[in-house]
């Protein structure tokens, strides 16, 4: 209705007969901000802020004189009609009634019950109420108008000139299209921290901007043409040529709009005074109404809901709409003490059989995270703290009488020896054993040893473990201990609890890492986000692998992302929210023991993958951040590549079919995956399980090409190696098979070779690149290149693509044979002989452990008898140089853990040490040793205590059962019979589809007409395809260019976030160095008054 009594006025009749209030069209929207102003001085008055109440008043004071100023221009400046002064009156209406579209920025800042209630609903079904409420305004909008003008004017409308109806529609799709991304570029603006100069200045100069694009046109025609002519007698010719027809129609129009008031035509100064006088009030009213946007400390990326108070933006006055619309709560929220959370992220690696190199990269990494957030810290936004835990790191030792930590532990230490950390502690554990570090910046890190007598071994008991004890035990407790009913500040901890999955050799920076913090963040449905992975290492197979993985975030990650959520976070660099992983059916199924073998296939050879599947099945999204790179070594050797995808391929099989079964159930849970995306999963699962048959297609128009074999022959002789290698793989050891398939892959890309060769020369010999083969050839070419240049720091990898064209049979033929075959093998396949240890890193240990405690634990006594380390350099013995009182606190550590394993009470505890410290120092002495070190000694009973029952609930070592073994591989093989005979059917069906209609020629063959690159089209010539291969091309090239155009969505929102980092970040630290700095010179300066 309001816009409605805006549009009022007589627009449509002839300029001659207009009722002058165009002006209004321009200025008068200004004044909409009205009631926002009242409700800020009510909203400053309840805060108390009386520095911007001020703002506030003049907001309304200078709406209240445009008001004055606008009736007296019309009523008092010039002889208006009584139509006139109804137009005013309803222009003043209708600006207060508009003012009222922004209510509910303002209606949580009152405690009304009313209000709150209303702005619940709205919030709970906000696109609902934005297409009613749009549609309602059409239809009101259409109603009032189609009664306030008469029916002889509608009738008029017939004899408009077409280029004047031109106009008027290409002045609304302009409109339409430019406050569509005028809005999008405010919201991207906000996110990337450009609130100023990119949002506030140019809306608030938008109209004042447009209105001199029009005068400026205006004036300079006036000048150029008679001096003694008026400006409104000497309107704009109209002319001829129709490139500047539009121009000026448009320009006749507006002249036409200006004269129509007299205080123009007659050139009245007071009039004009006037005018300038209430449209500069309003714009300035407007400004100090929303001056509040100014000083928004708005998060990075911050969500566009949080933004808006609400969703939709009016097209009638765009600037006004975005302005008045930006939340007023923002500023209330962040200036308040104490409102940001302080995230924690426990960084958790998981290590084996890595190298002294792999263990170095992990923990450069960690150390940059220290030296990034000190736990000292005035920006105390993110506290870290750093977990390795080490699978299998004790060895028997003197014929298994003592377990003793073995070479690769030794390894670890060696390499944490190398920065000289200043505190260091041991602790013996139910699960082996711990070490505890302060790294340099006061952050913690820890280092668990896990003994797989003790404990169940392998990596997703290893998460299993660190999950359970960072977040049922540490975080659960904290709470129990201190509230009866903490539940409310739990669920908040919960959120702001990240846990980050690394391996041992990943190396990444800070700023991936705060990346992917800011996705958890800002998006509380987000359970998990994985950053950007690039396998690092030397050789063809790792420049293989380095293209694959870089197609596999270009193009599939982002289009997860995009259309729905990614599938798989993988553990080597992922955040976890804490609360999705303490969700239901979440880390509790987690810890299921596989008892079938499907769970041997889909728990344990990619848990990665399982654990993303139950946060999506539990309703939780998994986002993918391309701007956050982290490196890992990639396997090397051909077996280890063969053996590591021969874990991934069936896992990733099982988890899909897993999720796709209960797709129903997982979309009506998860907002993120809808039916059209769970179509999308099959169609790739389809197309990756028909993948050797078209190799094999593919392989066979090679054949065609190279030696002109007929078609039928082609097909059989392309499926016959395939089939043979299938027919080895159930004969053969695996690493015969690997063998064999190595050297397919080489005949197979001299095959390939010679493909690309000769579809080149049949380009040059059709004349033309408009042929089947040519056309998708240059296709592929184009989208990679393109894909490729807009991620310009990796453009490089595009050398390796030629590598992985050619290897496309051995990655795609010989690799999925291999792994169906091979499903019932479910060893890691992966680092299972690792190097040699360095034997002076055992003399290390020694040197280390001395250093911590100068004394000598028996768990870490070497079984070699090589000389000490300063034996070995001609060092100096290392000597103890502890106090007496740091004595007795050692001594007294070791008691305490010893009676701890005896099972002694606390309290007999105490008297031992006492009794001890009796023998040693005076009492009192011993009694302030002795009680904080017992509080500690409760601490350690209550989590020994814990470990005992996660180890006997969860995590105790499996027991070999010679019987259960026979029959989980007996299990195992019938499932790799089963999975692949149905993979041989469909792949054969598809090939003997194919076959057929070659057979049957060219009564159901696809005939194209050959045309050349000018467009001329070649008569009696034309090239044939199968509908199968037509329909299988068609296919192909449609998820592609899906994929493709998500990743154009993705990369925009990438760059977004990267530019908002590298802002905030930047300014961040200048703002800490210049603290820093001041508090440094201030500390001289006091020292040297001191002085």
Known sequence: TAITLKLLGGPLVEPSQRTNTSEFNTFNTFSVSILSAVLQVVAECHAKEMKRLMLSVSSIIFILLGYVL??????????????????????????????LNWWENYSTLFKIPFLEEISKNIAKTRNVVCILSSLVKVLITAAVIGISIPLSEWL???????????TVFGLVAIQIVSSAMCRWFVVVACKMHALRRCFLVPMYLASVAVLIMFLIPLHT?????????????????????????????????VTGTLCARPIVSETKITGLVVLGLYALSW???LMLSTVYIWFLKIQRIERTQDLFSKQMYEGAFLEQSLLLNTRFEIRKKIKEAGSKDTMIVYLCATMWHETYDEMMKILISMFRLDKYRPKINKQNDVIFEFHIYFDDAFKDVHNGRARHVNEYAEILVEVIKEPRLPQQKIISTPYGGRLEYTLPKGNTMMVHLKDKQLIRHKKRWSQIMYLYYLLGWRLNRRYFKMFEDASEFLQREKENTYIL??????????SAVMLLIDRLKLYPEVGAACGRIHPTGTGPMVWYQKFEYAVGHWLQKTAEHVFGCVLCSPGCFSLFRGAALMDDNVMKRYTTKPTEASHYIQYDQGEDRWLCTLLLQQGWRVEYNAASDAYTNAPQDFTEFYNQRRRWG????????DLLGSGRLTSERNSSISKPYILYQVISMGASILGPATICLMIAGSFTFIVNMEQKLALTVATVPPTIYLILCFKLKSDTQIQIAAVMSILYAFLMTGTVLSIIGDIVKQQTFMTPSGLFLISMILLYLITAALHPQEFSLVIYGVLYFLCIPSGYLLLSIYSIVNMNNVTWGTREMGGKAKTAAVSAIKRQVMQATCCMCNCWKSSDSSPPMSEQKNEPPLECSVSEEQHINIVLFYVFTILVHMNVSPHRVLKVSIAYCSLVVHINTCTIFSVPMLICLQCFTDETEFWKELQKRYLEPLKENKEQQEKIAKDLKDLRNKVTFG????????????LFLQTIGSAVSLFIPKIYPNGTLVKGERFS?????????????????????????????????FVAYLDTETKAIRKQSYEDSHESDQNILSQVNSA
């Open 156 to 166: 008029s409308l017939k004899s408009v000139p077409e280029k004047v109806s031109y």
């Open 283 to 285: 714009w300035l009213g």
């Open 1025 to 1057: 395809i199968d509908p199968i291969s037509l329909m299988f091309l068609l296919s192909f090239a449609l998820l592609l260019f899906m994929q493709f155009f998500a990743m154009l969505y993705h990369r925009i929102y990438t760059l977004i976030h």
């Open 221 to 253: 025609v006036h000048q150029q043409s008679n001096s003694s002519s008026t400006f409104c007698g000497n309107r704009p010719a109209q002319a001829q040529n129709s490139i500047t027809m539009y121009l000026s129609s448009l320009m006749a129009d």
């Open 501 to 510: 999955a690394l391996d041992g050799d990943t190396d990444f920076q800070p």
């Open 650 to 657: 069936p896992s990733t099989m099982a988890n899909t079919i």
């Open 983 to 994: 993979f041989f059917i469909c792949n054969a069906l598809w090939l003997v589809a194919t």
């Open 70 to 99: 606008f009736i007296v221009s019309y009523l008092v400046t010039e002889d208006s009609p009584s139509e006139v002064r109804k137009s005013v009156g309803l222009a003043i209406f209708g600006t207060i009634c508009i003012s």
